[in-house]
């Protein structure tokens, strides 16, 4: 992979926790076809990296993504937005195994709300807002934020946030299930390592087999999703860190998990 331009990766901020930083602080990290095509690089080389198990992503303190690049959309054609694909580099990094735990703070708007549901799980400074505001350009969201959105705080909101462009706080998303916990500015990105620590100390495989099927619960019915984490369930009895974490409980000791 080449030098990002976009993005800056700190590759162990924690024991296994990769953070991935967008870096377009002057456009509040407006995310263009270059940022998320690095974005997606990135996390495929993350995600094959055995000395990572989490991962953390931020903006900066003013902006996690304001949006999407407008500039580099205003001008093109239905035609044109079709066959740029910009969508399928969101395909991409959905297929990403490790968890990601966003760390948001400032504006999460429009494709910067969308990437912040594509995560797994989201920390949020007091100063988080996040919305959906593309109804106000004359289009709609386009990246998940009509059903992600609608999975997480309901038809209601949604349908609010989605045809009048409000803001909620981050008060609201917690109270609407959209984030996991709201803390001071200074400590949001302290706060996201320290959730993918938590889940870095877990067992590799099982955490990832576990994000794959809660995710299942999204696009399956119930029984599906039921035999789905039950074949999950059963395959981890094959693997190395099943032993040891239950010999480990039995011995009353730390498990050491090696992902095998």
């Known amino acids: 992979m080449m030098q990002p331009e976009f993005i800056i990766i700190h590759q162990q901020v924690a024991p296994y926790v990769a953070h991935i930083q967008l870096n377009r602080p002057k456009e509040l990290n407006a995310l263009n076809l270059q940022l998320m095509g690095e974005l997606r690089d990135a996390l495929k080389l993350l995600d094959a990296d055995d000395q990572v198990r989490a991962i953390v992503l931020s903006g900066n303190d003013k902006a996690f993504a304001a949006g999407a690049d407008i500039k580099q959309m205003a001008e093109k054609s239905a035609i044109d937005m079709f066959n740029t694909d910009q969508f399928s580099t969101w395909d991409a990094i959905k297929k990403t195994k490790k968890p990601i735990i966003a760390a948001v703070s400032g504006f999460a708007l429009g494709g910067g709300c969308e990437l912040s549901m594509l ?37 209601a909101r949604a349908m609010e946030m989605v045809l009048t462009g409000r803001f909620i706080t981050a008060e609201e998303a917690m109270q609407a299930g959209l984030i996991n916990r709201v803390v001071p500015v200074d400590l949001f990105l302290q706060e996201a390592v320290k959730l993918a620590s938590e889940v870095a100390a877990m067992a590799p495989l099982a955490v990832k087999m576990a994000k794959e099927a809660v995710l299942k619960a999204f696009d399956s019915t119930l029984e599906e999703g039921l035999q789905f984490e039950r074949k999950n369930f059963y395959l981890l009895f094959a693997s190395e860190d099943q032993k040891e974490g239950m010999k480990a409980f039995t011995e009353k000791r730390t498990p050491d998990f090696t992902g095998r």
């Open 119 to 155: 995560c797994d799980m989201i920390v949020a400074s007091e100063t988080a807002r996040f919305g959906q505001p593309e109804i106000k350009l004359g289009v709609m969201p386009g990246a998940g934020g009509t059903q992600r959105l609608t999975r997480a705080v309901g038809k």
